[in-house]
């Protein structure tokens, strides 16, 4: 397997989003470019709501494990200056320092990816949680996690009124169809009948072959196995 397939093996397995505004951002700009650094490789390790263990010891692991030059003094300082910008919200829960990154949502968007629920708990305050939607195949749709399930945001489409609540005056007809002319399929023991089947059968059924119309001889009945 070469190099670049096991690096887009990588890349699709989780992908995290990290908009070009960040360029641009003079709050970023004015931080060191160790911050920046730090900044962009946390988004990428942050799980699908934005949060992931801060203390500077698991984030110089984590995001500089290949960088010997980035000490955990300077990966300390370089959180400080990200949570002072309020690019990071560090919280403590049970005496472990946590880190959520401000405005996840916005960063990674809502639409077209899959976002599970963290493991870790969320700053106080947060409610900016959202997770796909349950039974969902495509990572197309999210909700919030304190609304309701799907089965109560996609009401199921109904063609005829419910009949055991109206009354006999309420109730509405039944809706029709247009008729495709056939009552009912043909059905035979061995399953639905082709064509052929039908087309062969027809004298018995009261009907002309159509083989006889235009001055061909009837098709032979197929015997039944």
């Given at each position: ?5 096991e690096?887009?093996?990588y890349?699709s397995a989780?992908?995290?989003r990290v ?7 003079e ?11 730090a900044?962009?490789r946390?988004i ?5 709501q ?11 692991a ?6 010997p030059?980035?000490?955990?003094k300077?990966?300390a300082?370089?959180?400080e200056?990200l949570?002072a910008t309020?690019?990071l919200i ?6 472990r320092?946590?880190?959520?990154v401000d405005?996840?949502l916005d960063l990674q ?7 599970y629920?963290?493991?870790y708990?969320a700053?106080?305050g ?5 997770v796909s939607?349950k039974g ?9 996690v ?7 945001l ?23 169809f247009?008729s ?5 399929p043909?059905?035979g023991?061995?399953?639905w009948?082709s ?10 059924r009261?009907?002309a072959?159509?083989?006889s119309q ?8 197929r015997?039944?196995?």
């Amino acid at each position: 397997m070469s190099l670049d397939h096991e690096h887009t093996r990588y890349y699709s397995a989780r992908p995290r989003r990290v908009p070009p505004e960040l360029c641009t951002d003079e709050l970023l700009e004015e931080c060191s470019p160790l911050a920046a650094l730090a900044l962009y490789r946390i988004i990428s390790q942050a799980d699908d709501q934005g949060r992931l263990p801060g203390s500077p010891k698991h984030i110089r692991a984590l995001c500089f494990g290949m960088r010997p030059e980035a000490s955990l003094k300077k990966v300390a300082s370089a959180i400080e200056e990200l949570v002072a910008t309020g690019f990071l919200i560090r919280y403590v829960v049970a005496g472990r320092t946590l880190l959520q990154v401000d405005r996840w949502l916005d960063l990674q968007g809502k639409w077209g990816r899959h976002a599970y629920p963290s493991r870790y708990p969320a700053p106080p305050g947060w409610n900016g949680d959202w997770v796909s939607v349950k039974g969902s195949f495509e990572a197309s749709e999210l909700r919030a996690v304190d609304e309701p399930e799907e089965s109560d945001l996609h009401t199921p489409i109904s063609i005829a009124p419910t009949v055991a609540t109206a009354s006999p005056s309420t109730v509405a007809p039944p809706v029709s169809f247009p008729s495709t002319g056939v009552s009912s399929p043909a059905r035979g023991t061995r399953g639905w009948e082709s064509p052929g089947d039908v087309l062969r059968t027809m004298p018995e059924r009261g009907l002309a072959p159509i083989a006889s119309q235009v001055g061909q001889p009837p098709m032979p009945r197929r015997a039944v196995r």
